[in-house]
């Protein structure tokens, strides 16, 4: 199994730009997550769908994120426009179902500059 | 609401030495679950090991370990035989049962662990 694939690794962009992170869960997992980590704030969940459905974007900090599921196979989280403090690391993981164990990928380190 | 202590922002161990990573958390629930997950340089978060609450007996994965005290609310990692690959960032996890309805994670802020050669 190939694991839960991110891309891109890293991703430096300019204030006011778009950006787009991508996911590619487990095959056969029904639950994927959006995760960001900080220094200050640590790991937080931004997102979480269930079927390809939000469940909870609580933790979506503005409008100016934005997730989408279209298929089993794929996940989007989109800022835009994108800020310095912006400037994390964002992981996607997946998992069985809600109450499995996460796998997560290798992240995207973002930098905005 | 529940919560995830990690007390100890770094520990060093010396190589084939034995080490224990603290963990205490704070919940009302009474079925839940207990994660350790370890960050290498390469950011990828790896699961250690894991434990189900109901669980009396302390999981174990090779060298990885638990000491799981319900009652104290305590979940300490103790790796034996440390090697170089074990530094990483360690950060424990708890998620309530699906009788509770929770799915989410709570992180601790982790522990930096450093190998000494």
């Known amino acids: 199994d190939a694991g839960v694939i991110q891309s891109p690794r890293h991703e430096v962009t300019e204030m006011g730009q778009e950006v787009t992170l991508r996911c590619k869960p487990i095959s056969g997992h029904n639950s994927l997550f959006w995760y960001r980590q900080t220094m200050m704030r640590g790991l937080e969940l931004l997102i979480y769908f269930n079927n390809n459905v939000p469940i909870d974007d609580s933790g979506m900090p503005e409008d100016r994120f934005s997730a989408k599921m279209p298929n089993a196979s794929f996940s989007t989280l989109k800022i835009q426009p994108s800020e310095p403090r912006d400037s994390a690391v964002y992981f996607c993981?997946?998992?069985?179902?809600?109450?499995?164990?996460?796998?997560f990928g290798p992240g995207t380190r973002l930098t905005v500059l | 609401a529940q919560t995830v202590t990690q007390s100890q922002p770094e520990m060093s161990v010396q190589e084939a030495e034995t080490v224990t990573l603290s963990c205490t958390y704070d919940t009302s629930e009474s079925d839940y679950y207990l994660f350790w997950y370890k960050q290498p340089p390469s950011r990828q978060m790896i699961l250690v090991i894991r434990q189900e609450a109901y669980k009396q007996q302390n999981a174990t994965e090779n060298r990885f370990s638990v000491n799981f005290q319900k009652a104290a609310k305590s979940f300490s990692l103790k790796i034996s035989d440390s090697q170089l690959g074990d530094a990483a960032m360690y950060f424990c996890a708890y998620r309530g049962a699906p009788t509770s309805g929770t799915y989410k994670y709570i992180f601790g802020t982790g522990t930096r662990l450093k190998v000494l050669a």
């Open positions: 993981a997946s998992s069985l179902n809600s109450y499995n164990e996460q796998f």
